[in-house]
């Protein structure tokens, strides 16, 4: 149906700055919201940023004025700008979509991929 894939994790010093990308591709009639999850060992998965068709965005706190969501619908792409990278951001970030496969008859689902491990550590 609809595949999600994400890249740009990796390793990074405290203070620096990743760039995700998320790819949908698949059987996609259109794409609502776009978001970015993230869980770090030892705790359950956490909101980061959402975005929907349209542009409108929401935050985690804890990422206000450090990450930015962008997304070009035309690619079904969805980035995640990531700068001032705190240690508390190391997680294995996770792309979500919000998507109606095939047609408009079909209900919408929810696709995850299967994320990027991101380390923030010097």
């Known amino acids: 149906q609809v595949q999600l894939v994400e890249s740009g994790g990796g390793l990074v010093q405290p203070g620096g700055s990743l760039r995700l990308s998320c790819v949908a591709s698949?059987?996609?009639?259109?794409?609502?919201?776009m978001g970015w999850y993230r869980q770090a060992p030892g705790k359950e998965r956490e909101l980061v940023a959402t975005?929907?068709?349209?542009?409108?965005?929401n935050y985690a706190d804890s990422v206000k004025g450090r990450f930015t969501i962008s997304r070009d619908n035309a690619k079904n792409t969805a980035y995640l700008q990531m700068n001032s990278l705190k240690p508390e951001d190391t997680a294995v970030y996770s792309c979500?979509?919000?998507?109606?496969?095939?047609?408009?008859?079909?209900?919408?689902?929810?696709?995850w991929g299967q994320g990027t491990q991101v380390t923030v550590s010097s």
């Open positions: 975005i929907s068709s349209g542009g409108d965005i």
């Open positions: 698949g059987s996609i009639f259109s794409i609502n919201v």
């Open positions: 979500n979509a919000r998507a109606r496969p095939y047609n408009t008859f079909n209900p919408v689902l929810n696709y």
